[in-house]
T-cell receptor, first 120, second 111 residues
Framework: DAGVIQSPRHEVTEMGQEVTLRCKPI?????LFWYRQTMMRGLELLIY????????DSGMPEDRFSAKMPNASFSTLKIQPSEPRDSAVYFC??????????????????FGEGSRLTVL | ELKVEQNPLFLSMQEGKNYTIYCNYS?????LYWYRQDPGKSLESLFV?????AVKQEGRLMASLDTKARLSTLHITAAVHDLSATYFC???????????FGEGTQLTVNP
């Protein structure tokens, strides 16, 4: 299995520009999560989807952030307009639902390599 | 709101020594996870603890869960330099599938 695939790995942009981060979850996983990691705030859950439907977006910091999952194999996280305080590593993760027989590590998250965003 | 606290946040130890990292959480949960992160890298799953009294071991690492005390421990035996990394515990909220992560423990093992 290819694992969770994120792109771009690195993004440097100027304040005010639109940023789009992409994620391809592991095939067959029903859950997809977007996390943000910073030194100050650690790992924060931004939003998660179940079967392509957003379940909890309470972690999305502002209206400038939006996420979509148009199908089971693709999700985007968009920031428009971007600000310097958005600089962080953004991780996408996917999992089977708890109790799924195909995965004895029920609920375990599998993380992508992350997208490091720098907003100047 | 579920809160997850780890201690210590920074740990410097010598090779060959033993130590324990603690993870406390604030509300009822039956699922706890330990992850490892190397600098600039992604998070790698180490252990999944799914019930009270669960104990898992892999090499020099052993994790345990006490759901009544809302406490998990990650014990390091005879540390080696390769264990240097940041270790996170994460707790699943009983109401859904979201995980809340602790602050992480940055472990440095010195020769």
């Amino acid at each position: 299995d290819a694992g969770v695939i994120q792109s771009p790995r690195h993004e440097v942009t100027e304040m005010g520009q639109e940023v789009t981060l992409r994620c391809k979850p592991i095939s067959g996983h029903d859950y997809l999560f977007w996390y943000r990691q910073t030194m100050m705030r650690g790992l924060e859950l931004l939003i998660y989807f179940n079967n392509n439907v957003p379940i909890d977006d309470s972690g999305m910091p502002e209206d400038r952030f939006s996420a979509k999952m148009p199908n089971a194999s693709f999700s985007t996280l968009k920031i428009q307009p971007s600000e310097p305080r958005d600089s962080a590593v953004y991780f996408c993760a996917s999992s089977y639902p708890p109790g799924h027989l195909a995965d004895r590590f029920t609920g375990e998250l599998f993380f992508g390599e992350g997208s490091r965003l720098t907003v100047l | 709101e579920l809160k997850v606290e780890q201690n210590p946040l920074f740990l410097s130890m010598q090779e060959g020594k033993n130590y324990t990292i603690y993870c406390n959480y604030s509300t009822t949960s039956d699922r706890l996870y330990w992850y490892r992160q190397d600098p600039g890298k992604s998070l790698e799953s180490l252990f999944v603890l799914l019930s009270n009294g669960a104990v898992k071991q892999e090499g020099r690492l052993m994790a345990s869960l006490d759901t009544k005390a809302r406490l998990s421990t990650l014990h390091i035996t005879a540390a080696v330099h390769d264990l240097s990394a940041t270790y996170f515990c994460a707790v699943e909220e009983t109401s859904g599938s979201r995980l809340t992560f602790g602050e992480g423990t940055q472990l440095t093992v010195n020769p």
